[in-house]
């Protein structure tokens, strides 16, 4: 079974979502994980589906024009074992250049693995979340390098522990 990562990206409209869907759905894609969001008026689907052959799932999506679409075949995920603590980090102050690079490089140095990032500027305020998998026992560490960065930053920055996905 083939399983495929595919990008959507357009101007947001009301019916994206339900028109992608459809399409895959018309092809036989199982959509297994997905992400969706709004971009400053750009609307963005990331998602994993298994089922068709990556050219049967491009021809599906042809007709919706006034999008930009990616296919591409990846390797199914093995079942793999969560290997950190769930974590969440978040930042919030004025915008300036090199928030995300300077706090990701400070978890990334502690070992941790950014499992999802959003942010946001509203207004003169720039908000960063990130959900992060920590190796046990590194944490208080973390969180006293990311006071430095803060304060490099001049921006305010949390870490706490969160809860752990339950279905």
Request: aromatic share 2%; glycine share 12%; charged share 20%.
């Given at each position: 079974m083939n399983e495929l990562a595919i990008?959507?990206?357009?101007?947001?409209?009301?019916?994206?979502?339900?028109?992608?869907?459809?399409?895959?759905?018309?092809v036989g894609a199982n959509l297994s994980d997905s992400?969706?969001?709004?971009?400053?008026g750009h609307?963005?689907?990331?998602?994993?589906?298994?089922?068709?052959?990556?050219?049967d799932v491009e021809k599906a999506l042809a007709p919706l024009g006034d999008l930009i679409s990616t296919v591409r075949v990846v390797e199914q995920e093995a079942d793999a074992e969560v290997a950190?603590?769930?974590?969440?980090?978040?930042?919030h102050g004025a915008d300036r250049l090199g928030i995300v690079a300077a706090v990701t490089r400070v978890v990334a140095a502690s070992g941790?693995?950014?499992?999802?990032?959003?942010t946001r500027l509203t207004g003169p305020l720039y908000?960063?979340?990130?959900?992060?998998?920590?190796?046990?026992?590194?944490?208080?560490?973390?969180?006293?390098r990311l006071a430095v960065a803060a304060d490099e930053l001049g921006v305010e920055v949390?870490?706490?522990?969160?809860?752990?996905?339950l279905l």
């Open positions: 990008t959507v990206i357009g101007t947001d409209r009301t019916g994206i979502i339900a028109e992608v869907s459809e399409a895959l759905a018309g992400t969706m969001t709004r971009l400053r609307f963005a689907m990331t998602l994993i589906c298994t089922g068709p052959a990556a050219g950190g603590e769930p974590y969440l980090v978040s930042v941790g693995n950014i499992t999802d990032l959003t908000v960063l979340i990130a959900e992060v998998d920590l190796p046990p026992g590194v944490a208080d560490g973390l969180a006293a949390t870490l706490r522990r969160a809860e752990s996905d």
